[in-house]
């Protein structure tokens, strides 16, 4: 499976963003589907999830209500839209698949990573 983030780019403080991800090979063998973040110098973090047919979705708490994860199973396509963008959004953006998953928030449960996007959020 190989996935390609995109969409990153440089936003001003309460504005939106919508990341891409697209995912090409054995598609149909993969369950869960996620979004994470790494900030310069911290640690990678949980940011949404979703399972593949959409009946489970997750958001870390510092963006719930203000992001929405989907998916578009004909396009093998995960979405991440992004509103009301905070400058503590900052981050490169990675999306991450695997046929199952014990803890969604667990970077180490996914086996399949995109190369990352780029979000910078001006103040």
């Known amino acids: 499976v190989q996935l390609q983030a995109s969409g990153g780019g440089l936003v001003q403080a309460g504005g939106s963003l919508r990341l891409s991800c697209a995912a090409s090979?054995?598609?149909?063998?993969?369950?869960?589907m996620g979004w994470f973040r790494q900030a310069p110098g911290k640690e990678r973090e949980f940011v949404a999830g979703i399972s593949w047919s959409g009946g489970r979705i997750y958001y870390a708490d510092s963006v719930k209500g203000r992001f929405i994860i989907s998916g578009n199973n004909a396009k093998n396509t995960m979405y991440l839209q992004m509103n009301s963008l905070k400058p503590e959004d900052t981050a490169v953006y990675y999306c991450a698949a695997d046929r199952s998953v014990r803890s969604w928030r667990d970077s180490a449960e996914y086996d399949y990573w995109g190369q990352g996007t780029l979000v910078t959020v001006s103040s």
């Open positions: 090979g054995r598609t149909f063998s993969m369950y869960a």
